[in-house]
């Protein structure tokens, strides 16, 4: 599977961005999508995970209330929206797949390349 992820790039603190991932080699609609970030020196980290039908989203305590993931199973797209940056959210962040939620979540299958997201005045 290939994921190919877009929409980083410098944003002010309380500013929004809406990162995408396209995906194509293998079956879109019956996988779990999410997103992972990562600083330089730090391990990544999850952050938003949605269901293969959309219903159940999933996220780190840090973004609840300021990100929404989404996707377009007929587009093979899923959505990052980022509300009220902050810039403790710049980080290299990343699109994964998976088969289930708790993969997904703590160690997806298929990675996508990262999107740089910059949040400075």
């Known amino acids: 599977v290939q994921l190919q992820a877009s929409g980083g790039g410098l944003v002010q603190p309380g500013g929004s961005l809406r990162l995408s991932c396209a995906a194509s080699?293998?079956?879109?609609?019956?996988?779990?999508m999410g997103w992972f970030r990562q600083v330089p020196g730090k391990e990544r980290e999850f952050v938003a995970g949605i269901s293969w039908n959309g219903r159940n989203t999933y996220y780190v305590d840090s973004v609840k209330g300021r990100f929404t993931i989404s996707r377009d199973n007929a587009k093979n797209t899923v959505y990052l929206q980022m509300n009220s940056v902050k810039p403790e959210d710049t980080a290299l962040y990343y699109c994964v797949a998976a088969d289930a939620v708790m993969v997904v979540i703590t160690k997806p299958d298929y990675w996508g390349q990262g999107t740089l997201v910059t949040v400075s005045s």
């Open positions: 080699g293998r079956t879109f609609s019956n996988s779990v």
